[in-house]
């Protein structure tokens, strides 16, 4: 079937002027879509609640100093959130505003792209908004995640500058791609598998094999070192401490011995993809129906290198899967890799002569609804634990914690130990001039003046079932900083939860720890 060219939002193609029209009109409209979610999105989050999601406590945390590494994950987003609250200040706001910049940022380069590829804006639209059929895209990115939000900017990165190079190379594209490549290395470890399966694409390709050959390659290599360099020289003497949490969760954590750990892995990384493309599949084939499942068979040159793309990204996770003895992968790992989805779906659609007036107006009716769901759920889950007595850590009033603290202490505490990284990252939030130190987070080296005026605070979150009982963990830190002779008062309180039903409590720990006399 051939599209509706006498649609209004398929314009003649006949027609030149009507064209550059029609490419004008979505060259704003998109963009201002995009731009009115995403601050839609950041209001949302400055509503909902005063405490931080674990991912954004941990940036809280981290920030207190720059490093070129800090634990298990690669330092990249939290450059970012360094420098925006150097220059803003701590704040919800703070998180907010850099993750939805970075995740219009992302949409914005795979609408470039999607121009550069497809023959018409309202196809490159289509291509776009698909991005928001992928969960971990849509909502987990909202929800609570910083560097797979990092990540996913540098993928969109560097499939603009990927397929610039290949199309028209330049000098600058040669050297967007090897930036994305670096940054994105320094934003997920698993960002590795998608500029080596695009190389192997590219050597395979017979068309595009020579841009590997060109004199201007250098420079993407240059500026991908360039980009890493910092960050693997302090990998080289981290290795254990990065790659610990990461090997362990993909460990299967089961008490019984796992026979054949591959064949494990594989159903992960197979569930994992249908997890992670499940949903586009689904919407792409309830908007456009048998003209969906028809077009498989349809591709071009564009389709094609995509496809040796994915089939090299999957030789890959199966390599690692292997080597490293793996039985676990989420969904949310395959973002950087698999966020190309969206483009090469609509070109199989478009390749085949398939996107049609009707499947693109249902399409965008269907991510419209997604862009009223997604604010909404965010919105409304908070409220929800009222009935299923399920909280979330967003219902944890720790805003009210810090208020309690310094009225029952007293005085303002010169360090506070916390018991894990969330709870750290909300006290800084509200003691901004207070370092914050965390077990996990052990890089940090505080400074700060101890004595009968300024104690030590160490704070946890408390099972009702062991009050007043510091956590093993804590204890070390307390031993640490303060020593075994130091003065300890521990007190427990119990605070409403935000939003939550009339009763229900939740629990802190904390000790005032003085000089020992």
């Known amino acids: 079937m051939k599209p509706d060219m006498t649609s209004p939002l398929l314009p003649s193609a006949t027609s030149s002027e009507i064209e550059t029209e029609n490419a004008t009109r979505w060259d704003i409209i998109l ?8 601050l839609l999105n950041f209001l949302l ?21 720059f490093a070129f590494g800090y634990g298990t994950q690669p330092p990249f987003y939290n450059w970012l959130q360094y420098l925006v609250f150097s220059v803003a200040g701590v704040s ?4 907010a505003a850099l993750k939805n910049t970075i995740l219009l940022g992302f949409y914005l380069l795979s609408w470039k ?4 590829l497809l023959p018409r804006p309202e196809h490159a639209v289509i291509a776009t ?14 929800r609570d995640l910083t560097h797979t939000v990092g990540a996913i900017f540098c993928a969109g990165l560097f499939l603009y500058g990927l397929f610039f190079t290949l199309k028209k190379p330049t000098l600058g594209s040669y050297a967007v791609t090897g930036l994305a490549t670096g940054l994105g290395l320094v934003a997920k470890y698993n960002f590795a598998l998608l500029p080596a399966a695009a190389f192997l694409a590219v050597l395979l390709h017979p068309q595009w094999r020579k841009r590997v050959f060109d004199i201007r390659f250098l420079a993407t290599a240059a500026l991908a070192l360039l980009a890493v360099a910092p960050h693997a020289y302090w990998l ?4 254990d401490m990065a790659s610990q949490n990461t090997l362990s969760k993909m460990q299967e954590s089961g008490s019984l011995p796992v026979r054949f750990p591959f064949f494990t892995g594989v159903t992960s990384l197979i569930i994992a993809v249908i997890g992670f493309g499940g949903l586009t599949v689904l919407s792409y084939w309830l908007a456009f129906g048998n003209d969906f499942l028809k077009s498989r068979s349809a591709g071009s040159t564009w389709t094609q290198f995509i496809e040796y793309m994915l089939l090299a990204m999957a030789a890959c996770m199966l390599l690692v899967l292997l080597l490293t003895g793996a039985e676990h992968v989420k969904d949310r790992w395959l973002a950087p890799l698999l966020v190309v989805l969206p483009l090469y779906f609509t070109l199989k659609l478009s390749s085949a002569g398939r996107l049609t007036a009707e499947g693109m107006r249902r399409f965008i009716t269907l991510a419209l609804a997604v862009m009223v769901i997604v604010p909404t759920i965010l919105g409304v889950r908070l409220y929800l634990p009222q009935w299923t007595g399920e909280y979330e850590k967003l219902n944890y009033p720790h805003h009210a914690f810090v208020d309690r603290l310094l009225e029952d202490v007293g005085k303002r505490p010169s360090l506070i130990l916390a018991g894990d990284t969330h709870l750290g990252g909300n006290l800084r939030l ?3 001039d207070v370092p914050v130190y965390s077990s996990f987070l052990p890089s940090f080296q505080p400074n700060y003046r101890w004595d009968d005026d300024r104690p030590i605070v160490a704070a946890w979150h408390s099972d009702t079932d062991k009050i007043g009982e510091i956590p093993p963990d804590l204890r070390a830190a307390i031993d640490r900083f303060a020593g075994p002779a130091a003065r300890i008062e521990s007190h427990t309180v119990g605070l409403p939860y935000i939003h939550g039903a009339d009763g229900d409590l939740y629990h802190f720990g904390y000790a005032v720890i003085y000089p020992a006399y």
Do not use: H, K
């Open 31 to 38: 963009p201002v879509l995009l731009f009115g979610y995403f």
């Open 45 to 65: 989050r400055l509503l909902v609640s005063d405490s931080l999601e674990f991912d954004e406590a941990e940036q809280v945390v981290a920030s207190q100093w």
């Open 92 to 95: 919800i706001a703070s998180l």
């Open 113 to 116: 792209t999607a121009r550069l």
């Open 129 to 142: 908004l698909g991005l928001l059929t992928i969960p971990q895209v849509a909502f987990e990115s909202q």
């Open 236 to 239: 080289l003497g981290n290795l």
């Open 430 to 432: 509200y003691l901004p």
